[in-house]
């Protein structure tokens, strides 16, 4: 199927610096779904996006038929369906027990990420209104996510011992706050964590989406 631009793949908006946006792109990697990246700040480039986006909130995914999706967690959502209709195993388990404890584990991953996400926001704002007992507030909410993933990941990934949507959207991340809030970043605090981010930026679905592109 093409869209009204003849395209017939998918296209993914937003810079990998977006958390929500990278955990997509890796999502796909993973799925072996090709996809253009359509590498566009919200801030830096909003005339440029537009026309395609005039939300302004990314990630955005185009269909090959040109339908437009939005919210990561729905995107993935799309995207586990797709793999499961492919005869893949999804990287959500379907149902059950299972579904919901990777679930839980990736609401701790947003935890940290929103928190982290919200610090970024407010340092972008004049030091003078900037409101440290809010930052207070929210990066003990970060870090106390982070400690409850870290108590859970015993073996090399968060559940059953399988690459799931939890360790994805726990790397994605510790990723972005060690890129963008390098100081917000406790070393050594996590070091279980440390490891599931090592290897898995390591891998080739993370490597095609550096979180600088
Ligand atoms: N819950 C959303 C969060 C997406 C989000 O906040 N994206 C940021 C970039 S990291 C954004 O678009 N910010 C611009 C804005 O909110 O105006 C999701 O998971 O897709």
């Not at 797709?82 to 584990?105: F, W, Y």
């Not at 106390?144 to 939890?166: I, K, S």
Request: glycine share 6%; charged share 25%.
């Amino acid at each position: 199927m093409s869209d009204s631009t003849g395209s017939t793949r998918y296209k993914l908006l937003g810079l990998y610096d977006s958390p929500f946006t990278r955990r997509v792109a890796v999502t796909m990697n993973c799925y072996g779904m090709p996809f253009e990246h359509c590498s566009l700040s919200v801030f830096r480039h909003m005339d440029a996006m537009r026309p395609m986006n005039p939300l302004f909130k990314v990630p955005m995914l185009t269909l090959p038929g040109g339908e437009k999706l939005y919210e990561s967690a729905y995107v993935l959502d799309y995207l586990d369906e797709s793999a499961a209709a492919a005869g893949l195993a999804p990287l959500t388990p379907p149902a059950g027990a299972a579904r919901r404890q990777v679930q839980q584990l990736v609401a701790l991953a947003m935890v940290a990420t929103e928190k982290a996400v919200s610090i970024a926001y407010e340092r972008q704002r004049p030091s003078e209104r900037q409101w440290a007992e809010w930052m207070g507030r929210v990066r003990a909410q970060m870090r106390q996510a982070f400690a409850m993933l870290e108590e859970r990941l015993h073996g090399d990934f968060l559940f059953a011992d399988r690459l799931t949507q939890a360790d994805i959207s726990t790397v994605v991340g510790i990723g972005f706050v060690r890129f963008v809030l390098p100081d917000e970043w406790p070393n050594d605090e996590y070091p279980a964590l440390e490891a599931l981010a090592a290897r898995l930026e390591d891998s080739e679905a993370f490597k095609a989406v550096p979180i600088d592109e």
